[in-house]
């Protein structure tokens, strides 16, 4: 169940002298499953102003707390002052997963959405600043979420990660997404020339860089051989001067393996030439959702009303982003429950007295479904 003592406890702790990072337990519930996270709060984090939020996911048969240390950000987010989360997938402990390969259970774009709706609650996320990476499923879950989550996110990374042939053939994102892959040539689990699972490197590539209109003649940065008896060698390919100023990177890591460079433990062929923590980072802080087309006007393709946490328990919060005067609480026959007048452009509703199932609501530019748990 949600550890809310221990979040009470937290800001209690923050108050008295807001310098102590904080790892959080939490979970919520959704689609009838409880969903566990870890939540990493740098020192800097003081709540007056939106800091940026960074989902970082863990890889298949891997968990939260060992991608937290395997692919450790944490020491970034203490000097660049923004929030980490990691989930966790479902499955036996042994063998958790992101589900990126199906549109079935479990809804893992909608877990992700309500996790991201849930933070930005509790916490002052910057809603244009919101990134997605991870390793290996994570990077394809973030692939997947670049995909079908785009109005959330304003940048995607991938390390040894990749794409489906059937989701590279069904991706079309409403907007420019920048993205950056970090991948190894002797990667032995999704290698890098791809196959019968998963598209060549190089084919994803190419599409990110087509779709978001970059030059396609790379800039070749070769990276210094720092460490010599790693056993490879990396270099990087930018894709640069896309529209609105989308980029799209990759490292080739020459002779690497399925692993994260630098990460702090060797687990194969590791690059230790440079940290892909870091370079994750340095890649997304140059990329603000708003300077992308369209999410300043709120057009069509953007949600104009938002509704969170869904699925809720005791409450939701509505916020509209055009001029709405009064929303309407459905339910699923279209029988009006509540009508309520707005005098701001956000609106705490206190469902704790509904019945569990599906609500609507609805104002003069748009109609939320949500689900009371």
């Keep these: 169940m949600k550890k809310i003592n221990l979040f009470l406890l937290f800001i209690f702790l923050l108050s008295i002298n807001g310098k102590t990072q904080t790892t959080i337990i939490d979970s919520i519930m959704h689609d009838g499953i409880w969903r566990n996270y870890r939540v990493y709060i740098p020192a800097m984090y003081t709540g007056s102003s939106a800091v940026p939020l960074v989902l970082n996911l863990h890889g298949y048969t891997s968990n939260a707390i060992e991608q937290e240390f395997y692919g450790d950000m944490r020491p970034i987010a203490d000097t660049a002052n923004f929030i980490i989360v990691h989930p966790n997938g479902t499955g036996p402990s042994t063998a958790q997963f992101w589900n990126a390969y199906t ?182 802080m140059k990329f603000d959702k708003s300077q992308f087309v369209g999410i300043n006007e709120f057009d069509e393709r953007y949600e104009k009303l938002i509704v969170f946490p869904n699925p809720s328990l005791n409450s939701i919060s509505i916020i509209s982003n055009v001029d709405v005067t009064e929303f309407k609480l459905l339910d699923l026959s279209g029988k009006i429950l509540v009508t309520q007048k707005l005098n701001s452009t956000k609106f705490e509703l206190d469902i704790s007295s509904l019945s569990q199932g599906i609500y609507f609501i609805s104002s003069p530019f748009e109609t939320v479904r949500f689900i009371k748990q």
Aim: net charge negative; proline share 7%; charged share 10%.
């Design 103 to 284: 549109t079935g259970s479990p809804d893992d774009i909608g877990f992700l959405e309500a996790l991201i709706d849930t933070l930005s609650l509790q916490f002052n996320v910057n809603a244009n600043r919101i990134y997605s990476c991870g390793m290996s499923n994570g990077g394809i879950m973030s692939y997947y979420l670049a995909c079908n989550l785009n109005y959330k996110l304003a940048a995607i990374g991938s390390v040894t990660g990749s794409m489906t042939p059937g989701m590279l053939a069904s991706c079309i994102p409403p907007d420019n997404m920048p993205v950056i892959e970090i991948h190894g040539t002797a990667d032995g689990t999704v290698p890098y020339t791809g196959g019968t699972t998963f598209e060549p490197i190089d084919s994803i590539i190419d599409f990110w860089a087509s779709y978001n209109n970059c030059t396609m003649t790379p800039l070749v940065i070769p990276y210094p051989n720092i460490s010599s008896t790693d056993g490879c060698t990396a270099t990087e390919y930018a894709y640069l001067n896309g529209t609105d100023g989308a980029e799209v990177v990759l490292v080739k890591i020459t002779g690497g393996g399925h692993t994260w460079p630098d990460a702090p433990v060797t687990i194969g062929v590791t690059n230790r030439d440079f940290s892909a923590s870091i370079r994750l980072w340095q890649f997304f």
